[in-house]
């Protein structure tokens, strides 16, 4: 691990069943994520994927990429862009800082629409504790 | 949204970290082994049934989006063990005719020790 340090991007496909799959794992059953009629009627083409599905993907590039076994000290970031079935979502990172045994991951979710670049998950941050276990860059 | 309820703390909620479900989780997430972190959201989603019914609150939860999110963990998650889920609204804010709730979220374990902070801003639109 090391400062500047650029993330494998993680990419893939969003389907209607990973958006009812993650409203069934999280709760989360806002009708946006369910019912085409009622996004439809907020104004988007249909439904859309949870945030934190998003998000999730976000996280999982980055314990892919440090190891399961790091614990992850803190997550956050802003969503900017909602996702519809059928987007191509990447994730992706840099690692910021390390101070002491503590590293910061600036990361982020992007996806690409109509020759645009929108940010899903924009200011994405984790910060992992780097334990005994060593790593070397490209994942476990 | 009524503002009022800003400081409202909602009923400790039970939830076990099923392992049955983490492995669900990491199927959609796309983690190989492990607890996910955000995992986490499963649990909130436990305790924010209340809010979203909460006539007091009168939040219309089909005109939410999440703005943002964040978690902080004193510890990672144990399959199979038990979490206490309290949440409060630490505010409310009106900016036209967009709401935005933030609500904290502590996570507790059996022992009584924190495991994790959440914090989630709902934007309700109108």
């Known amino acids: 691990m090391n400062v500047d340090e650029e993330l494998p991007r993680l990419t893939r496909v969003v389907t209607r069943d990973d958006i009812r799959a993650y409203a069934d794992v999280s709760g989360d059953r806002n009708a946006l994520h369910l019912d085409d009629d009622v996004a439809r009627q907020e104004g988007f083409d249909g439904v859309i994927a949870h945030?934190?599905?998003?998000?999730?993907?976000m996280a999982t590039c980055v314990v892919a990429w440090a190891g399961t076994d790091t614990f992850v000290e803190r997550i956050?970031?802003?969503?900017?862009?909602?996702v519809g079935v059928g987007d191509t979502i990447v994730a992706g990172g840099r690692v910021r800082a390390i101070e002491g045994d503590?590293?910061?991951?600036?990361?982020?979710?992007?996806?690409?629409?109509?020759?645009?670049t929108?940010?899903?998950?924009?200011?994405?941050?984790?910060?992992?504790?780097?334990?005994?276990?060593r790593r070397s860059a490209g994942g476990p | 949204m009524n503002p009022s309820a800003q400081g409202k703390i909602y009923p400790d909620v039970t939830f076990i970290v099923d392992p049955a479900r983490v492995a669900a989780f990491r199927d959609v997430v796309g983690q190989r082994d492990g607890v996910p972190p955000t995992f986490v959201s499963a649990a909130e989603f436990a305790a924010f049934q209340d809010v979203?019914?909460?006539?007091?609150?009168?939040?219309?939860?089909?005109k939410v989006l999440?703005?943002?999110?964040?978690?902080?963990?004193?510890?990672?998650?144990?399959?199979?063990?038990?979490?206490?889920?309290?949440?409060?609204?630490?505010?409310?804010?009106?900016?036209?005719?967009?709401g935005f709730l933030t609500l904290v979220?502590?996570?507790?374990?059996?022992?009584?020790?924190?495991?994790?902070?959440?914090?989630?801003l709902m934007v309700e639109r109108t």
């Not at chain 1, 929108?118 to 276990?133: A, F, N, T």
């Not at chain 2, 703005?67 to 009106?94: H, K, M, P, W």
């Open chain 2, 52 to 62: 979203i019914d909460d006539p007091a609150l009168a939040l219309d939860f089909s």
């Open chain 1, 76 to 82: 956050s970031g802003h969503f900017r862009a909602t």
């Open chain 1, 102 to 116: 503590r590293a910061t991951v600036d990361a982020w979710v992007q996806v690409q629409r109509d020759g645009q």
């Open chain 2, 66 to 98: 999440h703005g943002s999110q964040e978690y902080v963990y004193e510890r990672a998650l144990v399959e199979g063990e038990r979490l206490t889920v309290r949440t409060r609204i630490e505010s409310i804010r009106q900016r036209g005719e967009v």
């Open chain 2, 105 to 120: 979220t502590d996570l507790t374990g059996s022992d009584g020790g924190l495991v994790c902070t959440t914090r989630t």
């Open chain 1, 51 to 57: 945030g934190m599905f998003t998000m999730a993907h």
């Open chain 1, 118 to 133: 929108e940010w899903p998950v924009r200011k994405g941050e984790v910060v992992l504790k780097i334990g005994g276990v």
